[in-house]
């Protein structure tokens, strides 16, 4: 308990400790001190013992982008060019000035101040040189070219510094820095740099110090290629200002490409590269190891520096470097929250058409006769209006015997043709009711208009299930891609490594590998191959080889090769179905036409079904090859849009029914095929039956409903059934199954699928027609359509590549 509480108060210490630097941080940049600090320092650097580029570009970039900040770095960089030399001060001061002068003119006038800016940066600085040259009477040509050297130098600077200075702010980027931008913040460091030249610490040089640092830590976050680029810049940089610092350049570049080389060591072995870096150039030119020593203390202690950085700030400049570990997580949080978020709005979407589907499924409120009370009420009500209103038995039969009236008359409404032949009804009636004939008259014309409001009730009854399913199918399949949108791509680091590893030991290079599922039955795995020749690599021997691996048949779904020889190609490896399907068709138009009523179709669903249908247009010629082909595009359409069958053929339905005012209907004939488990589902839409063949064995699939496009709802019956490798499933129109001249055309057609000889699905296909033609001897009198489909077990092409290695069964069993 004792110790939970020490371990509390630390981590409220740490957190107190890391709110006050926060504040801290924020006070320095919001005060002005920070800026004018660097305002100093840049002040204070010249290069080349005379030149002082920097300070006028730096109070011209603040004056655009922090305008708040504009006096104090102005009074910074006159301060920091006094520290140097009075003549430096009054030149800087001179420059700035002007440049306010021409600002103040260029502002009224100009919209793109940044294009403008580095233009006043050169102007300003050649007129306080020239004017310096006009006082001292030293208007020379050599004076003239160092002013012109010196004001090309600071319009490149403004040009960085507007582009760097904004990264100063400490304030969190929400984007990724590019490779320009991190070259000039770092030109922006050295130039930083350059304004402590001449301060030392024990004889140890600031700039050298805080050179080497810089260079360690950035090539500890970005490797050798940043590590070298940094030094490069900055040994080049503090070389300009100091010639004596001419050898630092080759040691920070060299420092950098060592440490960015050890980074694996992590801080330790980037401190080794400078080390060593130091050494080899050190003692370059048979220099001994004690003038070595000052540049040795320095890295040692830029090093010692390096080590007491915290992680958090390292890995918080590494967020915007691309390349590296921290800017990959940061991209990976985005894409993320961009996928969640997107997730989200299809979520609210499949949410409000289930909604919407709930509110069409309200049904009114029926009797026990399944009649809307509503309706027939006020079907009573209007008859009494006319007759019951100005009778003076009025209130002996509404009120006294309310039950009796009012059955009396729904009785009447109901079976109107039966109580008129009923005499002791009818003497009942005349009974109970002084204008007996009058009520019976207005019943029977009342009713016809009682009957077509009910039949347009039920119409849009029957409209508004049919919609409450299509919406219903919508929000499933929208809820489904929501599921897919936040499937997270997953890691699978040692199948990767084994992979590529295998692969490699058979002489293929792998350029990238992206493992996306490796779940049973849904692997799906992207690479690019190096070179490609084009043989049938992927099929030959990754596919067989990733089958071993993951225990499953894999099989190649798409090839992309590239149009040159030893390009890159991309392969994309998915598991492969249990079950594969082969079909064959043939067809015929009536009378030898070339064009046919009948259309088929066989579709592949990326759910992992296989759809075979079949329509007959009503009629024969064009029109009805239309109607038939149009049904099954639409059907397609929306089967591979992830909707359920029945509710697509619903959906067909409603379409084509409300679309032709002409009686032209279509019959379909759907069967959809499991092909993980060989299950099978036929919905026949007044569609002959479909026969499946098991060796000797002939089984009949029928189901009886009203060509598609008749009524606007209907249920669709679906017969279900569980087929079996080397089934031949046997589908066709009605001018096959009832073309055949024989009297029991079902006994017929069984005898004949019986005595097939052959499981090819096209000669059966072309067997059964010719079989149908040969009865009519040769006379077609209708369209005739006939699609077979061969089910078997889906066996791989190639056997399976057994290569492992044995660094990575080492692996997998620790």
């Given at each position: 308990m004792r110790s939970l509480t020490v371990m509390k108060g630390v981590n409220l210490q740490f957190l107190w400790f890391k709110r006050l630097m926060v504040k801290m941080e924020k006070l320095i940049v919001q005060s002005g001190i920070f800026v004018f600090a660097i305002g100093l320092l840049l002040g204070r650097a010249v290069i080349l013992n005379e030149m002082s580029p920097f300070a006028i570009p730096f109070f011209a970039s603040i004056l655009l982008l922090k305008r708040e900040y504009a006096k104090v770095t102005f009074f910074g960089v006159i301060l920091g060019a006094s520290f140097y030399s009075l003549e430096n001060s009054l030149f800087v001061a001179t420059g700035a000035m002007i440049l306010l002068l021409l600002n103040k003119m260029i502002e009224r006038r100009s919209k793109d101040l940044l294009k403008t800016l580095p233009i006043l940066v050169l102007i300003s600085g050649f007129s306080s040189r020239v004017l310096f040259m006009a006082f001292e009477q030293s208007m020379v040509t050599t004076e003239f070219i160092v002013a012109a050297?010196?004001?090309?130098?600071?319009?490149?600077?403004?040009?960085?510094?507007?582009?760097?200075?904004?990264?100063?702010?400490?304030?969190?980027?929400?984007?990724?820095?590019?490779?320009e931008e991190i070259v000039c913040f770092i030109i922006l460091l050295a130039s930083?740099?350059?304004?402590?030249?001449?301060?030392?610490?024990?004889?140890?040089?600031?700039?050298?110090?805080?050179?080497?640092?810089?260079?360690?830590?950035?090539?500890?976050?970005?490797?050798?290629?940043?590590?070298?680029?940094?030094?490069?810049?900055?040994?080049?940089?503090?070389?300009?200002?100091?010639v004596a610092s001419l050898s630092q350049m080759s040691l920070l570049a060299f420092s950098g490409l060592l440490g960015g080389l050890l980074k694996e060591g992590k801080k330790f072995g980037v401190g080794i590269g400078l080390i060593v870096g130091t050494l080899l150039i050190g003692m370059y030119g048979g220099k001994t190891l004690t003038s070595v020593y000052p540049a040795l203390l320095e890295s040692l202690v830029a090093f010692l520096l390096f080590l007491i950085t915290p992680q958090s700030a390292i890995k918080k400049i590494a967020r915007y470097i691309p390349g590296t570990n921290e800017h990959s997580k940061e991209q990976q949080q985005y894409l993320k929250k961009l996928r969640d978020v997107t997730a989200n709005r299809v979520e609210q979407f499949s949410s409000l058409f289930q909604t919407l589907s709930n509110s069409f499924t309200q049904a009114p409120s029926l009797n026990e006769d399944g009649k809307d009370n509503s309706e027939i009420d006020y079907y009573l009500s209007r008859v009494t209006e006319k007759s019951c209103q100005t009778?003076?038995?009025?209130?002996?039969?509404?009120?006294?015997?309310?039950?009796?009236?009012?059955?009396?008359?729904?009785?009447?409404?109901?079976?109107?043709?039966?109580?008129?032949?009923?005499?002791?009804?009818?003497?009942?009636w005349d009974k109970h009711c002084v204008k007996s004939k009058k009520v019976k008259e207005l019943i029977q014309y009342e009713l016809s208009f009682y009957e077509a409001n009910v039949k347009l009730r039920q119409k849009v009854a029957e409209s508004q299930r049919l919609v409450a399913d299509q919406l219903l199918g919508v929000s499933q399949v929208m809820g489904n891609f929501a599921k897919e949108i936040q499937r997270e791509r997953e890691h699978h680091a040692f199948q990767e490594d084994q992979i590529v590893e295998s692969l490699y030991g058979l002489g293929l290079e792998i350029d990238t590998i992206d493992i996306y599922s490796l779940e049973s039955g849904q692997a799906d795995i992207e690479m690019t191959l190096s070179s490609c020749s084009g043989h049938g690599e992927g099929e030959k021997i990754i596919a067989p080889l990733l089958s071993d691996i993951l225990k499953e048949t894999i099989i190649v779904k798409k090839e992309e090769h590239a149009h040159y020889p030893g390009g890159l190609c991309t392969l994309m490896f998915g598991s492969a179905k249990a079950y594969v399907v082969?079909?064959?068709?043939?067809?015929?138009?009536?009378?030898?036409?070339?064009?046919?009523?009948d259309s088929y179709s066989t579709i592949e669903l990326s759910s992992g079904k296989y759809a075979i249908a079949i329509s007959d247009g009503m009629g024969n010629g064009e029109r009805a090859h239309f109607e038939s082909s149009d049904t099954l595009q639409l059907l397609a359409k929306i089967l591979q849009s992830g909707?359920?069958?029945?509710?697509?053929?619903?959906?067909?339905?409603?379409?084509?029914?409300?679309?032709?005012?002409?009686?032209?209907?279509?019959?379909?004939?759907?069967?959809?095929?499991?092909?993980?488990?060989?299950?099978?589902?036929?919905?026949?839409?007044?569609?002959?039956?479909?026969?499946?063949?098991?060796?000797?064995?002939?089984?009949?699939?029928?189901?009886?409903?009203?060509?598609?496009?008749?009524?606007?709802?209907?249920?669709?019956?679906?017969?279900s059934e569980q087929l079996k490798a080397g089934d031949l499933l046997i589908m066709m129109s009605d001018g096959i199954y009832e073309g055949a001249n024989a009297e029991n055309k079902e006994m017929w057609m069984k005898r004949k699928i019986r005595e097939l000889k052959t499981e090819d699905p096209q000669e059966v296909a072309d067997l059964i027609l010719e079989e149908v033609i040969r009865t009519r001897h040769g006379d077609i009198q209708d369209d005739m359509t006939v699609v077979v489909a061969n089910i078997q077990h889906n066996l791989p092409k190639w056997k399976t590549i057994p290569f492992y290695s044995s660094n990575l069964k080492r692996k997998k069993a620790q």
């Open positions: 050297v010196e004001s090309s130098l600071s319009l490149l600077l403004a040009m960085i510094f507007l582009q760097s200075i904004p990264l100063l702010t400490l304030k969190p980027l929400k984007r990724t820095l590019r490779n930083i740099l350059t304004g402590t030249i001449g301060w030392t610490v024990y004889d140890m040089s600031l700039e050298n110090l805080f050179a080497r640092y810089i260079v360690m830590l950035l090539a500890f976050i970005g490797g050798a290629a940043i590590g070298a680029t940094v030094g490069v810049v900055i040994g080049l940089i503090l070389s300009l200002a100091d009778c003076f038995k009025k209130e002996a039969c509404w009120v006294n015997h309310f039950d009796k009236t009012y059955d009396f008359m729904k009785q009447m409404m109901h079976n109107y043709e039966k109580t008129s032949t009923n005499f002791t009804f009818q003497r009942e082969e079909t064959g068709f043939a067809n015929a138009a009536k009378g030898g036409a070339f064009v046919s009523g909707i359920d069958e029945t509710v697509a053929i619903k959906s067909v339905n409603s379409v084509l029914s409300l679309r032709t005012k002409d009686d032209i209907f279509s019959t379909l004939d759907l069967s959809m095929i499991d092909l993980q488990n060989a299950s099978a589902k036929f919905l026949k839409i007044a569609s002959t039956p479909s026969f499946i063949k098991r060796g000797d064995q002939v089984i009949m699939i029928e189901s009886s409903n009203l060509p598609i496009g008749i009524l606007q709802e209907f249920d669709v019956e679906v017969v």
